[in-house]
């Protein structure tokens, strides 16, 4: 009686084993697909402020179609042009063009 339900079993749970390894690849795209949507907006965000932070003149963050964190862009264009209204009204001085435009994401040693 084992052997029978045993096999019996296998046979069932083939095609359900055999559909998710098809369906894998395409819950893996879609996962990395979703995974950008998420760290692509982020990672601009953090390369803006330190290019901000740097004293360097930066433009709006501007996102692709289907990027997430839209509305925390338009805080981050808003603050953008807060400081830089504060920096025309200063004269705050340009930093010179042998700095980096956009900070590295690593630290350096």
Known sequence: MGA???????RQSLPILIASLL?????????VRISHRFVGPLFRVRNTLR??????????????DGDYWKE????VNQ???YVESLRRRTDYPQPSP????????????
């Open 72 to 75: 925390f862009a338009d805080d």
């Open 4 to 10: 029978t339900s045993s096999s019996r079993l296998q």
């Open 98 to 109: 042998a700095e980096p435009l956009v900070a590295s994401s690593r630290p350096t040693p």
């Open 23 to 31: 369906l894998l690849p395409l819950v893996m795209i879609d996962a």
């Open 51 to 64: 290019a901000l932070s740097s004293g360097h003149s930066v433009s709006h963050i501007t996102y692709r």
């Open 79 to 81: 603050l953008i042009d």
